[in-house]
């Protein structure tokens, strides 16, 4: 249990002690940053770098949110419909309010999801995955209901500000993302109740048995799950300036890859946020420079296959 | 002061009654044992106690006052405490945040962990409990289960506690830390904490017990103070008959050479380890727990393969790389750490017992089911293992019969040349113990060589003709045990000279 | 009275163009009390559609409206339309693989030569072009647009610029390959996408560059976000070849009626798909369109 | 543990004693056939029968081997691109060689796929969620490069003898189908693969230190159902008369959905093939259902996840 072990400081601190699987893990993604500013000027330029940081951000929030439901022991497929939905609502409503309430009552509607998820697992003691298909199901359903064709955002502002807008050189909704980063990571290991959820994530019964309230954390983290999702759904809508009800179908899969690459482990035990935090960066790196180099389509689909495999295996924990 | 008092408790699990109608009660500082063949509802009855299971009908007080436990939160409230018989530490946790899961100190209007106030309270606690080795920041996963069980009681004793459980503390532990476990409860009791004591070593019982109930088949047959009793009776009570002989009697005719070990290392675990096991013969091995004993029969077996020296088997050189070739050549391993790698506690008695042995009952990959499940209930009508039947997960079955699964597995083996037991009779009550070692005797006199690691001295001095002592990860002797002293062999495995061992000892 | 059914097949209704269609049969529908639409989503799999076919004919539906949307041929489901015997009327995708009774659709290719003289006009002969494409699923519908693009490049001095990846029809799609262009290509004086949704996007990517001022944009379908982007007097949106999926349907309806009252039509029907510009999208722009 | 229970009686027979989860689930559909028949006339139409039962034949074949596999305590997530490609390799090979050749190389190729699966995931000790995630994304890309345009079988016989062909009324590829069940049931309860697997899945070390070989069950487990997938694959391409590139996405999901339902356990431990047979069936009566009342294709999507919920808490486990 490599990750599980050195995930795991006894005292977590932001820079845990790494291991050979971690190192090897920034090493491979500083040789193929190395390689890809030699191999095309264009990489290395301000604008490429801005764009990746920008590529990351979705991705990187349904990410984070998906490592907090992985430490707990399950899973959230149903974030790309809440980002979808989160997004429809933003922009949809403002016709009848201001883009801050539109954007509050998306927000809402991403805890409110998670809330059920994580009530109907905590409660019932159901599968995380089949729950979480469901709802991935239904609420896909319900958002086409509500808007079945695009939504365009009325308030000039509300792009300026989140999607468009940038501090610097550096977008708004990526500093959004960078500052989430450290958020989650205090959370994940400085709280009781990230603390509780970590536990509960190996062995629930064990948890419950020294008295804690394991329901709450469980919920908890399913929430923030749903939230992060609806941040995200509202910063891509902001960031095209359109919301499609068809966004996000298999966003939850590149969520999910970002937190194994990052050293999670499925099933609990494992991934921190830092990690996480790489396998979002090798991802969107991947995906920028098989498009620098005008890699067919088809080799990208299955290049990143490929990759993702020789991510998990250079971190493989030893049998 | 404290008094608890348990009135006419029953607990079925669908249908199956596990305790009928069991009363007690205790005055503070007074300390109770609970004894029972296994199955009798002993870890039942304290899982009521501390909130992890509901009684169907009956009553608690506690100082005289009902009390309602509805989870263990609320057990926690009332100051119970609880070391429970299967370790419910969380591996990838340091052994602090262990210790202080649910209680964590804070600092930050309650939300941030304050991590070095519980560094130090752990440490404090794991030092006044007279283990200062560990270190509270390691991770859980990474002790061995003598230290892991070591963490769970101090668990119990980091938030003072008016009622302390323990459900069989001491089976895998040895004899020093179990003095230290014994101080502490004298101590505690002393300070007017109920304790409630749970274990098959009956001698422990006597040692530190006011008070006895005795259980059978979830009613309670023997009450009564510890001065008032002897052993034959809390036997006679349990077993329901007296038990004459506990060690059989072997007639010992040495074999040919089955098992050669030369020079075997591995880093971390063991060195230079040389020994050799005949047909016929049974060897011990004796050592503190942590002395590395798993390890070399792991590494015998192929499951964790040495780095380098050599095994042979009837002269032919077997350095095993995986299991699989050592049970295809004979070797059968019950392995000391039943629910890590001893059991699928998920899948039913059935599949479990079955797994060593499909050779026995499948012709091309085809399972004859009707001859497994045969096969099956023999052993477990041998080993009386309790409940009946073999559908039911492993899991509902009290940890004694747990343990019988584990034995029956590799006895359904056939043709076995090497059998090594680590810790086989871990959790076993009494009367199956007698069994057991019956049936390492009639093995051993079948011809089979029998490697026997045990941390509980008389039987290893019962049992074995000759006697191993390992002491960090060395061997440091070997011994006939014919009129063999236990000082002496305490003293070898613990390393100090005789007379101070025999203090320690008393 | 008896009522008549109808059969509205969709592959998919996950995008405003198919949603468009479906709408516009149900609403012309709606005109006549006695004839109820049947519709289906197949959500994309042609398995599906198959299925959703077969329980269609089942519930004994007079005639059937199938749209095909990014598939290539659906022969079990039109085989099991022939052999009922219903007839069957194809809207905007002509599928292969069997008889069908009508088609009436748009010719990808001729809107594509539309877009792309445009475009040669406005960059008089010479510059780069950035083509953003679709996606794999069976994409003749982006390839013809795109070939009918670029034939007219041939002979000027025009050079296409193809994104490497796929714009997946949509506009975050569009967004990043956009981008990507964008670090990798110096000078791009126009783009164009096999549909609006993608160009919504790659004119959100440019934006954020600073480029509007020297990149237009060109792409296809008509959607209102495009039509919105192009009145825009400053805006750099340029044009969009009309493919109205509105249009369609109702027309697609209507042919299937008469074919049910008995009268006898053209097998192929190919609706005209004029080209919009700042000059005439006041003509097509209409607040309260699906689409 | 209901299911574990039940997945693991006495005596295992084709039909074992059921949990009261079993009973409640099958009362369910039941009652929805019932009410079926009794509000649409459609419905227990010969037409209609025949129907259902072609459409049952796809997602069977997959989560038969969705089955196998979670019993291990794995997912195989590649299972609708082994389809895809199947299909292209069974009908586009046709051109070269006679059909029945094809569709042995189209079965190879799911066998292959499968073992390199299990191969990894035993091998490496890697977490199966994320090697087939990874190989579902490269055989998807690889099957593009292969064809990125439909193939459309040039033998009749082909699609006369599997996909169009039936006995009496009973369409050909559903007898298939109905011949599988018994056969995957017998592996699981009567075969030392079988046992060896399921254990296995439970707990991995105790079956290794029993002298198990545990790599070779775990890898004929992922083989056996990348065979069933390529199957139902080339059974598709025979029953639409074309192989699509681009079918099969998302059909892993329907396959473990059936498996869940039908009281299978993510993470090993529980699972029946009866009990897939009615998760099968629960999903296709409820879409040709949702079909025949023809409620609206947004509200289906609603129902169908509300279903799979009720489904699930039907036969939860207690805590
Ligand atoms: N979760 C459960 N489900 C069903 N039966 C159970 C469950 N837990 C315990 N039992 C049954 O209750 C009875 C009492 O079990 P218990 O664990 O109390 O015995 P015990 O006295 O602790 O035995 P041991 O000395 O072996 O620990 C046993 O027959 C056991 O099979
Ligand atoms: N540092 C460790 N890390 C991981 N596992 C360990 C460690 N130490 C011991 N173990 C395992 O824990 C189990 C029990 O350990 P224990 O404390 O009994 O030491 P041991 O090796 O068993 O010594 P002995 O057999 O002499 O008691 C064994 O399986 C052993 O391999
Ligand atoms: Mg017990
Ligand atoms: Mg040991």
Redesign the pocket.
Known sequence: MTEALTSQSAKPAFCQRFSRADLIFAAAIFLLVIFASVASEAFLTQRNIVNISRQIVTNGFLSLGMLMVIRTGGIDLSVGSVLAFAGLLATGLQAQMHFSAAIAVALAMGAVVGGINGWLIARFNLQSFIVTLATMGSLRGLLYVYANTPRYPVDDAFRALLGGGSIGPVPVNFILFALTVPTVWFYLNHTVSGRAAFALGVNKEAVRLAGVNVGKHLIFAYVACGLLAAIAGVLLASRLGIAQPSVGVGYELDAIAAVVIGGGLLGGGGGTAIGVLGGVLALAVVDNVLNLFNVDSYYQQLLKGLIILVAVLARRKRA | MPHLAVKNIAKS??G?P??VDISFAVEAGQVLALC??????????M?ILSGALRPDSGEISLDDKPVQIGGPADAMALGIRTVY?ELSLLPHLSVAENMLLGRMPTRGFGVAVDWNTANRIAGRVLAEFGFPGIDPRTLVGALGVAQQQIVEIAKALVSDPKILIL??PTAVLSASETEKLFASVQQLAAGGVIVLY?S?RLEEIFEIADQVVV?KD?QSVLEGRIATLDLARVIEAMVGRPLETIYPQRNRQRGKVVLEVEKLNQTGAFVDINFSVHAGEIVGMFGLVGSGRTEVAKAIFGACPADDGTVRLKGVVANFRTPALAVASGLAMITEDRKGDGLALEASVLDNMGLASFLRVSRFGLLDGAKRRAIVDEKVRELSI??RGHA?PV?????????KVVIAKWLLVENTELFIFDEPTR???IATKVEIYQMIADLAANGVAVLLISSEMPEVLGLSDRLLIMREGRLVAELMTDDLRPEIVFAQAAGLTLHESSERLN | QDSIKIGMVNLSLCCAYFVGMDAAVRDEASAYSNVDILSTDAEGDVAKLTANVEDMLNQGVEGLIVSGAWIEAAPAAIEAINAAGVPLVMVDRLLKGGDYTSWVGPDNRAIGEGIGDYIVNRLNGAGNVVIIRGGPADNTIGSNRSEGVQSKFAGTNIQTLVAAGWGEWSADGGFQQMEDMLAKEADIDAVFCENDSMCLGAQKAIADAGRSGDIFIASVDGEMGALSEIMKADGNYGATGLNSSDQIGRAGFHRLMALLAGAQSEKDTVLPSPIITIENVAKFYNEDSTF
Do not use: C, M
């Not at chain 2, 063949?37 to 009855?45: F, R």
């Not at chain 2, 899991?395 to 343990?403: I, P």
């Open positions: 699990f669908d199956n596990a305790i029972g063949e296994n199955g009798a509802g002993k870890s039942t009855l899982k018989q459900d069989e749970i098959h259980l979830g309790r409940p039911r899991r509902q079955l009290s940890g004694g019969n747990q343990q959790g076993v009550d």
